[in-house]
């Protein structure tokens, strides 16, 4: 029997709904907190110490806290207190396996979604982000350290764009937005793979772990596809959303960023098919070899069955056989079984079946 796959979601099983629970699998995790508050003339960025220092910004500005460590459950519900999120809010925060969601509260609201990246040994991290929009915050969750927001950390700091200029809902949109990004290059990896491995079914090298790579690849897929489905739905809610806090020149942002994850999905569906495709071309490839080994072993057997036929009945154990006698019977034997080798050679050939 296969081993077993260890589910996260067990691990919820009979608990009482809004229960801080980490699903992850990284308990080890060190927490880290980093905060970014700024101003249009001014930004201030520190890494804190403890998470009551998350609760010592000045009003006026925009706050964004991106914390670390999503296994230090304890740290994450004084978080909650503070700025009053729901329980369930903390639920969803520290399961890892949630679906990508928006929940919409009187004060804030709750965004959970997939971040996705190649890390440097080529493989794909899939690691859950959720966001708490307030009126002048926003609250980033990550389960460990690593992320695709350097852009938008050297935006603030350099005050590129309008980032410093605009209100929470508009970082929201940034942090979404360089996600989102990343789903581009994601899939672009995904398109040189499966180019790689058309080419190498085309050209004949395949090896015996070629249709391994290919379901690996085929998982991969499945798994962007998960993240960028449901997503889109959050993004078309907060496109339609009448919730002050997503101000209506936001709007046409997010707008722009529902259109980049129609165009990921649109390619995502037709990289599956292209998978589908290279599963069959791999197969028609093995049968064609197959087939290539049957037709040559099927003609060395059509070559020797006549011969075969011959130097069976002279090799009968008959007395009174009349071509036994004959001086050069032997050779006469050799000659004739050499011209039907060779004639059988020749139709073969013309058949062109050689």
Not at 305 to 325: D, R, S, V, W
Request: a negative charge.
């Amino acid at each position: 029997m296969g081993k077993k796959r260890k589910l996260s979601s067990k691990k919820l099983l009979g608990q009482v709904p809004g229960s801080v629970i980490y699903t992850g699998n990284k308990p080890d995790q060190k927490l880290f907190i980093e905060a970014f508050d700024y101003t249009k003339d001014k930004y201030i960025e520190k890494e804190l110490i403890n998470v009551e220092e998350c609760f010592n910004f000045e009003y006026g500005s925009i706050t964004w806290i991106n914390i670390n460590g999503l296994n230090h459950v304890d740290a994450i519900e004084k978080i909650g207190d503070h700025y009053e999120l729901h329980p369930l809010v903390l639920e969803d925060i520290v399961n890892v396996s949630q679906r990508p969601k928006i929940d919409e509260y009187d004060d804030y609201i709750f965004i959970a979604l997939k971040m996705l990246y190649y890390d440097t040994n080529d493989k794909m991290v899939s690691e859950q982000v959720s966001f708490v929009l307030g009126k002048d915050y926003v609250l980033s969750f990550q389960e460990a350290e690593g992320d695709v927001f350097d852009n938008v950390r050297d935006r603030i700091r350099n005050n590129k764009g309008r980032v410093r200029t605009l209100q929470s809902d508009y970082l929201l949109y940034v942090l979404i937005d360089s996600i989102v990004d990343h789903y581009f290059s994601v899939i672009e990896v995904l398109g040189d793979k499966i180019e790689d491995f058309e080419s190498e079914i085309f050209s004949g090298n395949i090896n015996d772990d070629i249709s391994k790579d290919i379901q690996n690849l085929k998982r991969e897929i499945l798994r962007v596809r998960r993240a960028i489905f449901p997503l889109r739905e959050v993004i078309n809610r907060i496109e339609k959303n009448e919730n002050t806090l997503i101000q209506k020149k936001t709007i046409t942002y997010y707008r722009d960023v529902y259109d980049h994850l129609i165009q990921v999905s649109e390619n995502i569906d037709i990289y599956r098919e292209m998978i589908w495709g290279l599963m069959d071309m791999y197969m028609t490839t093995i049968s064609n070899k197959m087939n290539e080994v049957m037709k040559v072993l099927t003609i060395m057997a059509s070559i020797f069955i006549p011969l075969t036929f011959i130097a069976g009945i002279y090799g009968m154990n008959f007395e009174y056989i009349p071509e036994l006698k004959y001086k050069y019977s032997y050779f006469i034997l050799w000659g004739v079984m050499v011209v039907l080798f060779l004639g059988m050679l020749y139709y073969f050939k013309k058949k062109k079946w050689l």
